[in-house]
């Protein structure tokens, strides 16, 4: 049952690691130790109703595991941390224009918007209030239209002729 619904929300489960770690490798190994993590701890899961939600939080912590593991081993090597990638915009979508966000609100963007998911919702995902989730929106989609307006993709001023 928990390895049906893994691999019927892995594209979900991974546009959400995607959306942290702004890496495909990455988030595949972030979504493959959140599995590791959702077997071993598959009792805890008491309502299949939110099992998605369940899921969601794994990968999330998951996610900023490996970011913290990372930067450990790094610093360790004695390497300087190095930006996140950022994919080339594509012209049909906003997603790619995501990856210029601060990782949590690339994190909160997603799950409302490509996910479907409610403030609420979100909240228990990412264990905050769901006033912090709304505020953290207002706080994304805020950057995200200073980023589009720069990008001349979207513009609230009047045009001038």
Known sequence: MLAERLW????????????????????????SEAAVRAFRHREELRDEEKALQWLLSIVARSSYDLIRKNGRERRAA???PRAMPVPVPATDSIYPLLFRLPAGDRQVLTLYYYEDMPARE????????????????????????AILEQEGVFSCAPKRI
Do not use: C, F, T
């Not at 546009?15 to 988030?27: E, G, K, P, V």
């Not at 979100?122 to 994304?140: E, F, G, H, K, P």
């Open 122 to 145: 979100i909240a228990a995902v990412l264990n905050v209030s769901a006033a912090s989730v709304n505020m953290r929106l207002m706080r994304a989609r805020r950057r995200l239209k």
């Open 8 to 31: 019927r929300h892995r594209g979900r489960l991974l546009r959400l690691a995607m959306s942290i770690l702004a890496n495909a490798q990455d988030a595949e190994d972030a979504v």
């Open 78 to 80: 004695g390497e300087m």
